[in-house]
């Protein structure tokens, strides 16, 4: 039976999830900071090349092995995916799928305002312009007071503006305020009209394209290893927005150099990629939210993290980029979202505080490293001929859903709205494993070899039996 596309993949509003983290835990002790700075003196000033290195145990860096194993069990239990824990520029420790990539949900903002100070450094974009002034609207209309919103503001998530966006759920737009309610740059509502008319304006302004500056800008020198301009797309709910989303899908070890990228404010090795005051000011708090604070689409932390300077990038069920200046620490998080599993972030919080409660003093002078070599080539599967391929291409459509199948290269590629473009790995030729989100697919054949449907999951638990267009 299918279920109807009207269900949406599972992106949470943060109040929902971050709500679910207040609980305590018998993990999230006092940290002890009072020998940071004494610590911190030794700089190893490492980066990574085309593969991470790796310092060859713990104890090189100054860190206890078996504390960290505690972490491990922290996670274990939570359900993580993978962990990556970047300690001055190389590997302390990581587990699980660090070169799956997952959908980043709500990281997609930070790294967008990654972007925003590249522009803003090079003249382009001007975040004291009104949005009024840059030609932003909508289907039902902007009043003059919403268009005085400055771009800072939307940056802020404070704009004001209280209109449907694109990737929201039920739960965002019940929580939104009423219209008109706050003057712009007063109010804080994490807002994903706010987020997706800032994609808009950065193409605009800069007459290029989000997912290319990025990967050209950012993910090419910092030698991203499994980033692709395809492994991002435009999501777009016309009933709602004229504006789309612009979900990303990175790999733990990709997330974990963007981190490193700002942990060193920006350079990496010699160049200066994202201006230092960008930098600064991005991952500055300007409105209290939950735990912390928000800066231009970065979470700041309170208390003992927030003392050692820890700001975040997070997404939906599990998903964050911690830097922690304070600990020379970059902490990536991942969850399965495509299975299901959200993880809080509670355990989140937990297995960070543990793994900086495994500091036990400064590194060596000369630590071991060793290289954290790249995972073997991907698995693409059974390889079919010409004419299997072209039998199974084509577009399905299930009640306005719409996915297309193309051949490329002798391999299969799906692409829909709602997911995204994805190489299918062949199993048998109508038996297909979905790249990343490992989820099935399978086509059914008429007597002479040809696909007159498909069946698809977007999620574990989400499936759709689509017929093929003729």
Same mark, same amino acid.
């Given at each position: ?258 981190? *490193?990228? $700002?942990?060193?404010? /920006? ?5 200066? %990629? +994202?201006?230092?005051?960008? &930098? !600064? ?47 020379? *620490?970059? $902490?990536?998080?991942? /969850? ?5 599993? %959200? +993880?809080?972030?509670?355990? &989140? !919080? ?67 709205? !709602? ?52």
């Amino acid at each position: 039976m299918a279920v109807s596309p009207k269900v949406r993949s599972p992106i949470v509003c943060l109040v929902f999830f971050l709500a679910l983290s207040t609980s305590p835990s018998v993990h999230a002790q006092l940290l002890q900071t009072q020998e940071w700075d004494q610590w911190n003196a030794v700089s190893l000033n490492i980066f990574p090349d085309e593969n991470w290195q790796q310092f060859a145990a713990p104890e090189e860096a100054g860190w206890s092995s078996e504390n960290l194993k505690s972490a491990h069990k922290i996670s274990q239990v939570a359900g993580s995916a993978a962990i990556m824990v970047i300690y001055d520029g190389a590997v302390l420790t990581q587990w699980g799928q660090i070169e799956r990539r997952f959908m980043c949900h709500s990281i997609r903002k930070s790294l967008l305002s990654a972007l925003y100070g590249l522009a803003v450094a090079k003249g382009n974009i001007d975040i004291d312009e009104t949005i009024g002034s840059i030609g932003i609207d909508d289907d039902t209309g902007l009043t003059p007071t919403e268009k005085s919103a400055r771009v800072s503001d939307l940056l802020k998530s404070r704009s004001g503006v209280y209109l449907p966006a694109a990737y929201e759920t039920p739960s965002m737009r019940r929580g939104r305020p009423e219209r008109g309610s706050h003057e712009p740059g007063t109010h804080w509502y994490y807002n994903n009209w706010d987020f997706n008319v800032l994609a808009t304006i950065y193409n605009w302004k800069t007459k290029g394209d989000v997912f290319e500056a990025f990967h050209s800008e950012i993910a090419v020198p910092v030698r991203m290893q499994d980033f692709e301009l395809r492994h991002a797309y435009y999501h777009l709910e016309p009933e709602y927005s004229r504006y789309p989303a612009y979900p990303f899908r990175m790999s733990a070890r990709d997330l974990a150099r963007f981190g *490193l990228l $700002f942990l060193r404010e /920006g350079k990496w090795n010699d160049s200066q %990629i +994202i201006p230092s005051e960008w &930098v !600064r000011e991005s991952t500055k708090g300007y409105s209290k939210a939950y735990r912390g604070g928000y800066g231009y689409m970065w979470w700041t932390e309170s208390g003992q993290l927030g003392e050692l300077g820890a700001y975040a990038a997070i997404g939906y069920g599990g998903h964050a980029v911690y830097v922690v200046p304070g600990a020379k *620490l970059v $902490f990536v998080h991942r /969850g399965d979202t495509y299975g299901r599993r %959200i +993880i809080n972030f509670g355990s &989140v !919080r937990n297995i960070l505080r543990q793994i900086l409660k495994a500091r036990i003093g400064p590194p060596r002078a000369a630590p071991q490293l060793f290289p954290l070599l790249a995972s073997l080539p991907a698995d693409s599967g059974l390889a079919l001929r010409e004419d299997q391929l072209s039998a199974l291409t084509g577009q399905y459509r299930h009640e306005g859903l719409e996915v297309t199948v193309r051949a490329i290269g002798g391999r299969l590629e799906v692409e829909s709205s !709602r997911l995204g473009r994805f190489y299918i790995i062949a199993r048998s030729p109508t038996e297909f494993l979905i790249e990343d989100a490992e989820l099935p697919l399978k086509f059914e054949l008429d007597a002479a070899g040809r696909s007159t449907a498909m069946q698809i999951w977007f999620t574990s638990d989400e499936f759709h039996e689509m017929s093929r267009v003729p």
